[in-house]
T-cell receptor, first 116, second 111 residues
């Protein structure tokens, strides 16, 4: 199994450009997430989805959009890129351990984005 | 106060040493707790869940203290390969927004 696959691994954008980070998982997980991680910082939740057709904002959604048309795919769209969006982006998916109320996350390898 | 706080380190220890990290959380309703490991420029990976009674996985022991709202990770007989950043993760409920990551504690094991 591939797990969670993100593309591209690296990208340099100019201010004002747009792009889409792709994320695919083959574990049939219902839950998917996008996080960003700035240097020396923890992960901050951008958007998440609890299933196909359902998305919701996380902690830092401004400047981003998502869609979830299938269980497998959860792309993240950056509109009008800004230097503040320079970061490493991680996609993750999870299953839900109902008995313990716990989500266990599997992460993709990350996408390193620089906006100049 | 941050929801999940960790000492950023770095903790520099010699091989074979025992090292412990603590993590405090602010939401007393938090239900589940994890330690993730993140190697430099890589994605986080689950190291272990933390159970109320404490749990052990080889050289790693995790403890939970609900009264004081902290969790700990103990690494015995440190190896060079243990060098990484250790992220404390707290799930404050059944909501998908509820996973909160600490900023991580960096461990450097030296020969």
């Amino acid at each position: 199994n591939a797990g969670v696959t993100q593309t591209p691994k690296f990208r340099i954008l100019k201010i004002g450009q747009s792009m889409t980070l792709q994320c695919t998982q083959d574990m049939n997980h219902n839950y998917m997430y996008w996080y960003r991680q700035d240097p020396g910082m923890g992960l901050k939740l951008i958007y998440y989805s609890v299933g196909a057709g359902i998305t919701d904002k996380g902690e830092v959604p401004n400047g981003y959009n998502v869609s979830r048309s299938t269980t497998e795919d959860f792309p993240l769209r950056l509109e009008l890129a800004a230097p503040s969006q320079t970061s490493v982006y991680f996609c993750a998916s999870s299953y839900f351990e109902g008995a313990r109320g716990a989500n266990v996350l599997t992460f993709g390898a990350g996408s390193r984005l620089t906006v100049l | 106060r941050k929801e999940v706080e960790q000492d950023p380190g770095p903790f520099n220890v010699p091989e074979g040493a025992t090292v412990a990290f603590n993590c405090t959380y602010s939401n007393s309703a938090s239900q589940s707790f994890f330690w993730y490991r993140q190697d430099c420029r890589k994605e986080p990976k689950l190291l272990m869940s933390v159970y109320s009674s404490g749990n052990e996985d080889g050289r790693f022991t995790a403890q939970l203290n609900r009264a004081s709202q902290y969790i700990s990770l103990l690494i015995r007989d440190s190896k060079l390969s243990d060098s990484a950043t250790y992220l404390c993760v707290v799930n404050s409920g059944t909501g998908r927004r509820a996973l909160t990551f600490g900023s991580g504690t960096r461990l450097q094991v030296q020969p």
